[in-house]
């Protein structure tokens, strides 16, 4: 099971004085949030669902309304980028006649507020955080989750590619947000999840209670969008079967024929978190940064002597392991949400529910040393 960090508050029903029922949730007009936002970006960095040459990526809103909302499913580059960009500068030095001074950046002030973050990105950041917090505390990362907010948008037209609902989630799942938006129509349903979301609604002018009638639209929008989802695997016992096919060279072969290592599914995995160190000196003035790496790529295990995965079947047996295996025997949690990227981006269509599903049962096992 994995870990929850806030617990979601339960719906109370209170009256007003002229006995309209009323819910402790809230009720924002879609036309109020590009308003919403503006209020929000007076205190955070709001992030937004954004467009450029056809990547759907989270960009710093630009102030100028809410269109994302016509065309926003999920976006292509995840959240993850926000914690943990793609390349990041650690630290600077310059080196004079007295030593050697560091310069942190000034970036690592920022208060990210994610403005949309589907349910399974937003189970991600939890699983991420078992790395970059639990296991040992990574201070670019923390420095801004620990100031981000999270405010969750309910899926209403999942891809056929997902399958968060074998995952214990689903495409309303309000676990892991601070705020909770659902889809009524001109409105939105808002449900305070975290004090921080508390906090956050109780500052703006812009929302009104919800009544019976939107929470009973929310209700219907939330059984229809988990619906959708119709993908499934079987992710009780996965692990146990990863652990008994693990030296199962000839099927690891099998599904690692097609693949070209091009690190997409890795890259582009909201729960992936493999990166580099690397250090860049111009005269006297450098800058250590690290950036994304990838299992996928033959590199990234070479040492000096050998190279564990040089062979393709070894590393992408790694990327099913880690998430389904691994990091379920390390954190009592599978590293994937279910959010159907490394599916829809893969090049050769590689498909890790198909993968999943088709282990060796035992019996059908030819294990070899390897
Ligand atoms: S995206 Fe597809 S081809 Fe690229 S590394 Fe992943 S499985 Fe291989
Ligand atoms: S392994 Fe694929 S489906 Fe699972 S979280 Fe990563 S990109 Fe999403």
Redesign the pocket.
Known sequence: MLRHYWPPTKLRILRTSSGKKVTNNKRVNKKDVAKLLNEWSGEFTVFVPSRDEGVTKWTKWDGEGASFLDWYRNTVVPPKAIFLPPMEEMFGFHKDGKGCRIELPASSKQKPLIFGIRP?DAK?LAILDMTFKDAYEDPYYLAKRNRGVLVGLGCTNPYDSC?CTSLDSSPTDATNVDLMLTDIGDDFLVEAITDRGRKLMAKTSLAQAAGETDEVRAKKAKEAANSKVTRKIEAEGITEKLLSCFEDKDYWEKIAAKCISCGI?TF?????YCFDINDELVRNRGERFRSWDSCAFPLYTKMPMENPRQEKWRRLRQKVCH?YEFYPLNFEVI?????????RLCPVNWD?TQILDNLPAEEQLKPEKC
């Not at 590293?335 to 599916?343: Q, V």
């Open positions: 399974c991600a399958f599914c582009l995995c909201p729960t992936c998430k590293a994937c949400t279910g959010c159907g990227r490394c599916i890790i």
